[in-house]
């Protein structure tokens, strides 16, 4: 029998995909049967990556909508469709009290968070989707849904991005499927200043005892990807070990702590 999570014969967009959730996501996809097309900033890493999935690449950054543009056109000239896109990259900059932040810089949080997935979209739908149907799937943050201590810009961007995943599922059905998934605290270099060095101690804080790895979401973007979940559109599925019912659980709220004594070398 077929798994129904199979994608062979299918082509995939998946963006930050050099490393951390974005390449698992595009393993995971490649190990399902579809063709990849990653992109992220530095050229030789996601080049290695598209190397080893037997795919295509092209690295710059998602706030240039010319690289967007390149990316669909590079996908459908090598490939001849595009079936599905995964909005991954993001960039976690500016951090700190947003009292302090440059509104510049949060203007460039939404542009790589939120308005780089809407230009996506709109590549993907008017190159194949708008006629062929497929599937998008925005990785948000479990974070969207409450506030937290110096993630302001980035939080507030990936509410943004939650309610861009909810309009366009209403608007691109039913040719199109418009899903995000939203990841608690995983072990990724983007998160590095809030894990590292405290991994067990915030693990064992959650009701199923660890972190996330980058593959426990990228299952759960493929499965949202798939024909398993075919009636499912504008829905984010969490995947964070359980963050929102540790208060039953009898845990305190750790990575907050980590938040306010510690800060980020940089985006991803």
């Known amino acids: ?8 014969g299918r082509t995939a967009i998946v963006t930050g995909a050099s490393r951390g959730i974005g390449l698992a996501v595009a393993e995971e996809l490649s190990r399902a049967g579809a063709r990849v097309c990653v992109t992220a900033r530095d050229a030789a890493s996601v080049g290695r990556a598209a190397e080893r ?28 469709r595009i079936d599905l896109v995964v909005n991954n990259a993001a960039t976690n900059q ?18 790589v968070n939120v308005e780089a997935a809407l230009r996506l979209a709109q590549y993907a739908w008017h190159g194949w989707m708008g006629e062929h149907g497929g599937a998008i799937v925005n990785v948000c943050t479990e ?4 506030v937290g201590p110096h993630v302001g810009a980035y939080g507030t961007s990936k509410a943004a991005l939650l309610h861009l995943t909810r309009q366009l599922a209403g608007e691109l059905a039913p040719r199109v499927r418009v899903n995000s998934v939203s990841p608690g ?32 979401v990228a ?38 702590d980590r938040l306010r004594a510690r800060a980020p070398d940089g985006g991803r």
Not at 53 to 80: N, Y
Not at 94 to 111: E, I, K, N, Q, S
């Open 219 to 256: 299952r759960a973007v493929v499965w949202l990807a798939s024909d398993a979940a075919e009636w499912i559109t504008g829905a984010d599925l969490l995947v964070d070990g359980g963050t929102r019912v540790r208060a039953a659980h009898g845990a305190g709220h750790a990575p907050h």
């Open 143 to 146: 974070g969207a849904d409450h």
């Open 53 to 80: 999935l037997g795919g295509v690449a092209l690295a710059g950054s998602v706030a240039d909508p010319a690289h967007l543009r390149a990316v669909t056109e590079l996908t459908l000239r090598e490939f001849g």
């Open 1 to 8: 029998m077929t798994s129904p999570n199979g994608l062979r």
């Open 185 to 216: 605290l995983v072990r990724t270099e983007m998160a590095r200043f809030v894990w590292e060095d405290a991994e067990d101690e915030l693990g064992a804080g959650l009701p199923l005892g660890r972190i996330g790895r980058p593959e426990d």
């Open 94 to 111: 500016p951090y700190g009290p947003l009292m302090d932040v440059d509104p510049d810089r949060w203007g460039a949080a939404f542009t």
